[in-house]
């Protein structure tokens, strides 16, 4: 079992509608859980940390966490082109270990 | 504030010889990762320290990567001898507390 699975894409979306990527992991002792954007050719950006279960606001950016269902989502609210890239789903282990899922491509159509 | 540094931006090479990559993290981040990132996939973990400790580096293959981190700063990644698997971009990560960011990356090319 792959210690990260995220949702296959790609996703497109039409701009201004909402994007929404999922992503499950396998270690239940997980603490930490991160977004990263990565455009082509660039490295990853971290855009969103969440650190215990409900919702987080950053901007149009939603994170969401379930411990009890080891899941975590991000929602893109009013997506813009700007918005189209790959996104990593990442968690942190108790053991320190900073693992990525294989990344979600979303591309976003004016 | 600074971020990761990275050199080389690109290096291309032939198959079965050697390369070095070298990572400067942002001052004061114990943690250092470096990362193997294949063209569609994640970042794949290969090694890990804490200050100049190894914490995890059960994905490195041994027996031609290496990597060390002196005096708990800067870091070198080797590949010796280099296979045509190993094109890829390299990425060095460092943290303070969870949050990671990343260098620009390397991003290396076998022949």
């Known amino acids: 079992q792959k210690e990260v699975e995220q949702n296959s894409g790609p996703l497109s979306v039409p701009e201004g509608a909402i994007a929404s990527l999922n992503c499950t992991y396998s270690d239940r002792g997980s603490q930490s859980f991160f977004w990263y954007r990565q455009y082509s050719g660039k490295s990853p950006e971290l855009i969103m940390s969440i650190y215990s279960n409900g919702d987080k606001e950053d901007g149009r950016f939603t994170a969401q966490l379930n411990k009890a269902s080891q899941y975590v989502s991000l929602l893109i609210r009013d997506s813009q082109p700007s918005d189209s890239a790959t996104y990593l789903c990442a968690f942190r282990s108790n053991d320190y270990k900073l693992s990525f899922g294989a990344g979600t491509t979303v591309t976003v159509r004016a | 504030e600074a971020g990761v540094a990275q050199s080389p931006r690109y290096k291309i090479i032939e198959k079965r010889q050697s390369v070095a990559f070298w990572c400067n993290p942002i001052s004061g981040h114990a943690t250092l990762y470096w990362y193997q990132q294949i063209l569609g996939q994640g970042p794949k973990l290969l090694i890990q320290?804490?200050?100049?400790?190894?914490?995890?580096d059960s994905q490195l293959p041994k027996d031609r990567f290496s990597a060390e981190r002196l005096k708990g700063v800067d870091s070198t990644l080797k590949i010796q001898p280099a296979k045509l698997e190993d094109s890829a971009v390299y990425l060095c990560?460092?943290?303070?507390?969870?949050?990671?960011?990343f260098g620009q990356g390397t991003r290396l090319t076998v022949v």
């Open positions: 320290f804490q200050n100049n400790g190894v914490v995890d």
């Open positions: 990560a460092s943290s303070f507390s969870a949050e990671a960011f």
